[in-house]
C-alpha cells in the first residue's frame, strides 16, 4: 500500500514539482496551499508524512508544526520542514518545534527524496 504525504506549500509551482515527484516514486500525494487548512487536513487524510512549508502566508509553518506536536492525533506523524529562509540558526528552531527533517530551497530533487524515505520506513 502506497505511504501517503501531505505537502503544505502555498507556491503552486513547488507544490506542483513536490506532488508530481512523490507521485513518480510511488506515494499517495495530498496538495494544501493553505496553511491555515493544513491541521485539519492532516486529520482527516492521517499521511504517513508531512512535507512543511516554513514561509506561509497567515500562519507560520514553524507553529503549525509546533500545533501538530501537540494534537494526539498528529503527534507520531514526522514533519518534513522546507524554507527558501535558511538563516542560521533556523534549522535548530525549526527542528526544537518537532520537525523531523529539514531541507533549504531550492530543493534538489535527489535530497528531497532521500529526506523523503528517511522518514518513511517500509
Known amino acids: 500500500m502506497a505511504k501517503r504525504i501531505l505537502v503544505v506549500e502555498d507556491n503552486d509551482l513547488n507544490r506542483k514539482l513536490f506532488c508530481?515527484?512523490?507521485k513518480a516514486n510511488g506515494f499517495e500525494v495530498e496538495p494544501v496551499g493553505d496553511g491555515r487548512v493544513a491541521l485539519d487536513a492532516a486529520r482527516q487524510l492521517s499521511p504517513d508524512l508531512i512535507i512543511?512549508?516554513?514561509q506561509l502566508p497567515e500562519v507560520s509553518g514553524i507553529d503549525l508544526i509546533e500545533?501538530?506536536?501537540r494534537d494526539l492525533q498528529l503527534q507520531a506523524i514526522p514533519v518534513l520542514?522546507?524554507?527558501a529562509y535558511?538563516?542560521?540558526g533556523d534549522e535548530e528552531r525549526i527542528r526544537e518545534?518537532?520537525?523531523a527533517g529539514y531541507?533549504?530551497?531550492p530543493i534538489s530533487i535527489m535530497p528531497f527524496m532521500n529526506a523523503v524515505?528517511?522518514?518513511?520506513?517500509?
Open 67 to 69: 500545533q501538530a506536536k
Open 20 to 22: 508530481d515527484v512523490l
Open 117 to 122: 524515505r528517511e522518514l518513511l520506513p517500509d
Open 97 to 99: 518545534a518537532g520537525a
Open 103 to 105: 531541507l533549504a530551497k
Open 81 to 83: 520542514a522546507v524554507t
Open 86 to 88: 535558511a538563516a542560521k
Open 52 to 54: 512543511m512549508d516554513i
